[in-house]
């Protein structure tokens, strides 16, 4: 079946400096994938629709300038926390499409748990 | 948007004893996936099923895409059933995440 990858899978980081998340196809190719975020025991909300050779579709709510989603090619889409804060603690999720079959289901990467201290 | 609504949000169940939860949503859709979450945060994929009926041992689904609700069934629950059961739906390219049901299975 299909496989996501995430990288890191936990991550610390001060105040102030920059974290960067990389989300792999590893079987397929994606041409859109998604970033959730999950605070402790809430649901997953999408933070944004990326798309591979273009700009990314933010949710209402969530600052593109704050996180920044590149989907340089068609396995891989990368989440930068510019200027992290502990406001931005959270386990982010990535998923992605395989369109070959003409299915609509969505694969999920393990996470990543981001602590800012 | 589309909304997805899950419920009950907790269930207490004996083990071996069988249950079902219910996902709403408020349109069409062509995509509905169940996922069960471990305690790692890894979401295990249960089922795609944007209509119609499957089933895997213990779990089954069924979607009523006309009625636009879907129903996980798990029968002879046992104690690694708990965690939090999401459904996840979407109507275009996006899919939308209920509010999760939080299961615990008593030995």
């Known amino acids: 079946g299909a496989v996501v990858s995430q990288h890191p899978s936990r991550v610390i980081c001060k105040s102030g400096t920059s974290v960067k998340i990389e989300c792999r196809s590893l079987?397929?190719?994606?041409?859109?994938m998604f970033w959730y975020r999950q605070f402790p025991k809430k649901s997953l909300m999408l933070m944004a629709t990326?798309?591979?050779?273009?700009?990314?579709?933010?949710e209402q709510g969530v600052e593109k300038d704050k996180f920044l989603i590149n989907h340089a090619s068609l396995t891989l889409s990368t989440l930068t926390v510019t200027s992290a804060h502990p406001e931005d603690s959270s386990f982010y999720i990535c998923?992605?499409?395989?369109?070959?079959?003409?299915?609509?289901?969505?694969?999920f990467g393990p996470g990543t748990r981001l602590t800012v201290t | 948007g589309i909304q997805v609504e899950q419920s009950p949000p907790d269930l207490i169940l004996q083990e071996g004893a069988n249950s079902t939860l219910r996902c709403n949503f408020s349109?069409?859709?062509?995509?509905l996936q169940w996922f069960h979450q471990n305690p790692w945060g890894q979401l295990i994929n249960l089922f795609y099923?944007?209509?119609g009926t499957k089933q895997n041992g213990r779990l089954s689904a069924t979607t009523v895409a006309t009625e636009r609700y879907s129903l996980l069934y798990i029968s002879s629950s046992q104690t690694t059933d708990s965690g939090v059961y999401f459904c996840?739906?979407?109507?275009?390219?996006?899919?939308?995440f209920g509010a999760g049901t939080r299961l615990f299975v008593k030995a």
């Open positions: 990326s798309n591979e050779g273009s700009k990314a579709t933010y």
């Open positions: 996840a739906a979407g109507g275009g390219f996006k899919t939308i």
């Open positions: 998923s992605a499409r395989d369109p070959s079959g003409g299915s609509y289901e969505q694969y």
């Open positions: 079987d397929f190719q994606a041409t859109t």
């Open positions: 349109d069409s859709v062509n995509n």
């Open positions: 099923i944007p209509s």
